[in-house]
């Protein structure tokens, strides 16, 4: 089956470091997706990772682990208006139209 | 500005109303999403269009009726809907269905609420 599991909530302070972690089982993996979400507003997108290791894009890092089964979302440097939700998407290449399958998300709360 | 519209941002109607939501994109892309987000639940896929032509619906109740007259625009008009389909709307594009690196751009979405 398709599964992705995320934490529901994470709290951290301003200025620190948080990583968000994004498991998942897909039986064709081609690529995953990191979006923020603020509320009320539309997911943006953050990073893409299809290759294993690290991506670096100023304070927002991805890594991948294709054997494991596991990313997670590392923001730097926290300011408050990283206060968002966090969505883990996988494109699954078993799927006739390389569709997303979604994490349901997590919520980050940054306090000063 | 993500180069994704919707209207309306709100709606609040009744269960034997009949109204549409809208979509446009200024994005030139090909494709383009349904999904939708209720609270603490990953996002659904509804109706995906690629070059005006639906490529999926996932089991998605006849109440939820998909349009796409063009690329650049998609409807969704909703009749005789239930309280379960109270939830936030996205619509999303992208360039092409099939590139793995093409990120889907979302518009603000319609937040839906049933009476």
């Known amino acids: 089956g398709q599964n992705i599991d995320q934490p529901t909530e994470m709290t951290a302070t301003e200025g620190a470091i948080v990583q968000i972690n994004c498991t998942y089982q897909?039986?064709?993996?081609?690529?995953l997706f990191w979006y923020q979400q603020h509320a009320g507003e539309a997911p943006t997108f953050l990073s893409y990772?299809?290759l294993d290791g690290l991506e670096e894009k100023g304070r927002f890092s991805s890594f991948l682990s294709r054997s494991k089964g596991y990313s997670y979302l590392l923001l730097k440097e926290l300011q408050m208006k990283d206060s968002a939700s966090y969505l883990c998407a996988v494109r699954d290449r078993e799927d006739s139209n390389y569709q997303l399958i979604w994490g349901a998300g997590t919520k980050l709360i940054i306090k000063p | 500005e993500t180069g994704v519209t919707q209207t309306p941002r709100h709606l609040v109607m009744g269960m034997t109303n009949k109204k549409s939501l809208k979509c446009e994109q200024h994005?030139?892309?090909?494709?383009m999403y349904w999904y939708k987000q209720s609270a603490k639940k990953p996002l659904e896929l509804m109706f995906v269009y690629n070059f005006k032509e639906q490529t999926e619906n996932n089991s998605v109740p006849s109440r939820f009726s998909p349009e796409c007259p063009n690329s650049s625009h998609l409807f969704l008009h909703l009749h005789t809907l239930q309280p379960e389909d109270s939830a936030l709307y996205l619509c999303?594009?992208?360039?092409?269905?099939?590139?793995?690196?093409?990120?889907?751009?979302f518009g603000d979405g319609t937040r839906l609420s049933i009476l």
């Open positions: 999303a594009s992208s360039q092409d269905l099939w590139v793995g690196n093409q990120p889907q751009h």
């Open positions: 990772n299809v």
């Open positions: 897909t039986s064709g993996f081609n690529g």
């Open positions: 994005l030139g892309h090909n494709a």
